[in-house]
Every structure is written in C-alpha cells, then in structure tokens.
Nanobody, 127 residues
Framework: QVQLVESGGGLVQAGGSLRLSCAAS????????MGWFRQAPGKEREFVAA????????YYADSVKGRFTISGDNAKNTLYLQMNSLKPEDTAVYYC????????????????????WGQGTQVTVSS
C-alpha cells in the first residue's frame, strides 16, 4: 500500500508559479512510477507529468511542456511539480498518483494505469 498526500495548491495570478508536493508513505517511494494528473470542473482527469520507475525519465503533456517540471526526492519520499508561467486554463484539482508498473509512456498515460491516488489539491489561476 502507498498513501499519497498532496499539498501546495492555492490561488495565483496568471504568469505566477506554484510548487506542488506529494508526500508518499508506505512502501519505498522509488519502487513506483509516479505521476501528476489534473481535473477541471466538468472535464475528465487528464495527464500532466510523469516520472518513470528505475530510469527516472520524465514525460509531460504538450499543454505544460516547458512550463512544468516533475521531480522526486527519494530520501524524502516526496514528489514535486514545479509550475511556472501559470495560465487560467491550468485551473484544476491536481492529483498525485503511483503505479506499480510503468505506464505506456508513448501515449499519454491514462488514470487507469495508476494504482494509488492522493486526495488532490486545488490550483486556481486568475486572469
């Protein structure tokens, strides 16, 4: 079992920055592929960024590429999402997720490929 707790969300003006954190407890953090998803009101949950198990390779949705950075600290069992140049369309609840097996990264990872989820943290970007 893995327990995930997100933090760091909030209200920010367009062009601003936020850093989300996801604290993992339970089994060793490094044994899972980790990812960030988001869900805006009335929309499906969508992939944002991922970091693979073992290699640590990173993957991003086209909509956030160049603005967001995913990273992990194995010693702290914590996953991060640095979000810069935020836009109103980035407004959503952001979820941290863990997968026992690497998702299919050639296509956008799907929520169904992840086994464990946090409760989410709200990010609101005002124009």
């Amino acid at each position: 079992q893995v327990q995930l707790v997100e933090s760091g969300g909030g209200l920010v003006q367009a062009g601003g920055s936020l850093r989300l954190s996801c604290a993992a407890s339970g089994r060793t953090f490094s044994r899972y592929a980790m990812g960030w998803f988001r869900q805006a009101p009335g929309k499906e949950r969508e992939f944002v960024a991922a970091i693979s198990k073992s290699s640590g390779s990173t993957y991003y949705a086209d909509s956030v590429k160049g603005r967001f950075t995913i990273s992990g600290d194995n010693a702290k069992n914590t996953l991060y999402l640095q979000m810069n140049s935020l836009k109103p369309e980035d407004t959503a609840v952001y979820y941290c997720a863990a997968a026992a097996a690497n998702p299919y990264y050639s296509d956008s990872p799907q929520p169904s490929e992840y086994d464990y989820w946090g409760q989410g943290t709200q990010v609101t970007v005002s124009s």
